[in-house]
């Protein structure tokens, strides 16, 4: 397979060291990724890429952190806070 074959674009080299695009940008700036390509489109060696996400520790997805844990017994696990107004009678 030829050098050219094994580099793709920026967003497939941010599913394969699973971060968003944009630290993969940053990272390339940095000089901790090589960056190859024209000046409109970015191109990175998957054998790079695949050594780099050996060896960093594993992190999670990307996307949304995760909320606060839930399960205070008021059967609204997770939902709308449960608020409590009294009735007057007019």
């Known amino acids: 397979m030829s050098a050219r074959a094994r580099r793709v674009p920026t967003e497939l080299a941010a599913l394969v060291l699973g971060v968003q695009e944009v630290t993969v940008r940053q990272w390339a700036r ?20 695949t050594e ?7 992190r999670p997805a990307p996307g949304p952190a995760p909320g606060p844990a839930s399960g205070d017994g008021d059967g609204n696990e997770g939902g709308t806070p449960i608020t409590h107004a009294s009735v007057h009678d007019n």
Not at 30 to 49: C, F, N, S
Not at 52 to 58: D, E, G, K, N
């Open 52 to 58: 780099l996400a050996r060896s960093s520790t594993p």
């Open 30 to 49: 940095r000089g901790k990724i090589t960056r190859y390509g024209t000046a409109r489109r970015a191109l990175y060696d998957l054998d790079e890429l």
